[in-house]
């Protein structure tokens, strides 16, 4: 490309070469800068014609970058962000509050809430946070850029996004309304199988097992579960009227609890680690923050490590709890 054919590359044309590298489907780049396909497509002929390379690959699942579009993209970024920086100083403005969306199951909301909210007083910056239920396409949305960061245990990866993992899920409860004989009684498997499960669905796929039915049909054992629930409060509001147990594994549930003076809890962690964890097909559980890779790293990092950080202080916490309750 001579200085000619480069003085050709606007600040559309580098958008759209940004954001087809980022999100490699040319419907959702038109989205994200709210234009038409024709025009992203006419852009990106324009980009390969004053290239003279092909730059993406049309594949099943989208546009993959080759080898000149990696070479192109960091530059292509910097230069946009030049633009825009200039654009601020040019109108003597300050830069739009914007917006974040984030997902997370209900119980887990306000662990990256909060962890949100602390990166931006720490940064500087005045964001709106757009909070959304985590649901089984969240991690499309996610590489889509219609999520900017997501919190899920299990997640299905994606291969436009990140996925990191920020710890297992170590502490395991279950939860029943006060006085529910399940806390006088010595826990065994059969006495934990006498009783009727809600379960927490972390996985939201329709039909799926717990691990739980695995293991009493391993056993032989029919287990009766009388709701299956991705909400810890509806699960809460449904034991608090009946005689059936909650079983959940979550660090953040005694936190829960504790705003329920009707209900009570007991921590079944070892329980599960002598019993349960080996005996059948069981998979741990870990805590993951998805992301799309074109996200702010800088933001991104410091959001990374603040919920490392906390979901450590929860296992902490808990930990304690046990202490002092064998100790009590």
């Known amino acids: 490309m001579n200085k000619k054919e480069l003085s050709k590359l606007d600040y559309f044309t580098l958008r759209v070469l940004i954001g087809l590298f980022e999100y490699q489907n040319g419907s959702v780049v038109a989205e994200q800068l709210n234009t038409t396909q024709p025009k992203v497509s006419r852009a990106l002929s324009c980009l390969r014609e004053w290239v003279k390379d092909e730059l993406f690959v049309r594949q099943q699942y989208g546009l993959q970058p080759n080898a000149m579009a990696e070479k192109l993209y960091p530059l292509a970024k910097a230069i946009v962000a030049a633009y825009d920086e200039m654009s601020i100083v040019i109108h003597h403005r300050q830069p739009q509050q914007s917006e974040l969306t984030i997902a997370a199951q209900e119980h887990q909301a306000g662990l990256l809430t909060e962890a949100v909210q602390e990166v931006c007083q720490l940064l500087g910056r005045n964001v709106t946070i757009n909070m959304q239920q985590w649901s089984d396409n969240t991690p499309s949305l996610i590489a889509q850029g219609k999520i900017d960061y997501g919190v899920g245990i299990n997640v299905d990866l994606h291969q436009s996004i ?37 379960f927490i669905n972390y996985s939201l796929i329709g039909g799926k097992r717990h691990w739980l039915e695995d293991l009493a049909q391993k ?12 909400s810890l409060n509806v699960a809460l509001d449904h034991v608090v009227h009946c005689d059936d147990i909650c079983w959940i594994a979550s660090a953040l549930a005694p936190q829960f609890v504790r705003q329920r003076p009707e209900l009570a809890m007991i921590d079944v962690s070892e329980f599960f680690n002598r019993e349960c964890r080996d005996s059948n097909r069981f998979v741990p559980y870990h805590y993951y923050l998805q992301f799309h890779h074109g996200n702010d790293k800088l933001f991104t990092s410091h959001l990374l490590a603040n919920l490392q950080d906390k979901v450590t202080k929860l296992h902490q916490n808990c930990h304690q709890q046990l202490l002092e309750t064998e100790q009590g």
């Open 162 to 198: 990140e996925s990191v993992d920020l710890g297992e899920v170590k502490y395991r409860y279950i939860i029943a309304k006060k006085h529910h004989p399940i806390f006088s009684e010595t826990l065994s498997l059969p006495m934990l199988f006498s009783h009727r499960f809600v």
């Open 219 to 230: 056993l032989g054992v029919n287990l009766a579960v009388s709701l299956k629930t991705s």
